[in-house]
């Protein structure tokens, strides 16, 4: 994020896997989220509008200007979802695992930037984007 949100402009982030194309939250999905008043990165699992957010152990005080590598793994044996953050280009660090509000619905990568507040405009960047399915029976 080049600036962060703040009471003159406010803005949250949303990106992963989802239901949403109109950067509203997803109903379904697998996302990481900006929480505008914390500056938190927030790992989100989401059923059918049920949401379990990481509360406890998100990536806190999220700076201006530093590349985050956000990570999200699925295994469907187990049905877990864990949430990885890596700070300009050190060690990823597990931040959230659950297996609670686990989609079976469609979902499709999304990147949304919704501002609530303010006229200068704001944006965030995606310097890449990698996704792997693996263990695919046919």
């Known amino acids: 994020l080049p600036s962060r949100s703040d009471g003159t402009n406010t803005f949250t982030v949303r990106c992963g896997l989802g239901d949403a194309a ?3 939250e997803p109903l379904n999905g697998f996302y990481f989220t900006y929480d505008n008043s914390t ?5 989100t699992t ?3 509008g049920t949401r379990s957010k990481d509360t406890a152990t998100a990536y806190t005080d999220a700076a201006a200007g530093t ?8 295994n ?4 877990t979802a864990s949430f990885y ?5 050190g060690a990823p660090v597990e931040v959230f695992s659950t297996t609670s509000n686990i989609t079976a619905d469609q979902c499709g990568p999304f990147f949304s ?3 609530t507040v303010g006229t200068s405009t704001r944006y965030f960047d995606i310097d890449y984007v990698f996704f792997a ?4 029976v046919r």
């Open 76 to 79: 469907p044996a187990t049905t």
């Open 46 to 48: 989401a059923n059918a």
């Open 85 to 89: 953050i890596a700070v300009d280009g």
């Open 67 to 74: 590349w985050y590598r956000l990570t999200i793994s699925y």
């Open 39 to 43: 500056h938190d990165w927030i790992g």
């Open 22 to 24: 109109d950067g509203s």
């Open 133 to 136: 399915l693996t263990g695919l």
């Open 113 to 115: 930037i919704n501002k």
